[in-house]
């Protein structure tokens, strides 16, 4: 089952794969993707993005601290990643 709210979409379904696809990011106002997750072992999010200069889909994630079992953010969005939009011999 999903549901969207206050702009979440909430997924629970049983699948190995879910596909979601950003319809035309340019001209739509959604411009990021933040994929988190819910479960006893708990995880930072990530934000996706596509990069146009650089023709790829960059990763970023908040940088943050524990301090004493609280996480402070030090930096949202910081880019941890970046992916080639194709995956050619040379990306490999």
């Known amino acids: 089952m999903s549901k969207i709210q206050d702009n979440l979409l909430e997924i629970d379904e049983y699948s190995d794969r ?3 696809d950003l319809m035309y990011p340019r001209i739509r106002m959604t411009k990021k993707l933040t994929l ?3 479960d006893v072992r708990a995880a930072s999010s990530i934000y996706i993005s596509y990069d146009y ?6 990763i970023g994630m908040d940088a943050t601290k524990d301090d ?3 996480l402070d953010v030090l930096e949202e969005d910081v880019e941890v990643a970046f992916i080639p939009a194709w995956n050619e011999p040379d990306n490999v």
Request: aromatic fraction near 6%; hydrophobic fraction near 25%; glycine fraction near 20%.
């Open 36 to 38: 988190g997750i819910s």
């Open 18 to 20: 879910i596909n979601i």
């Open 68 to 70: 004493d079992g609280m």
């Open 53 to 58: 200069e650089r023709d790829g889909y960059r």
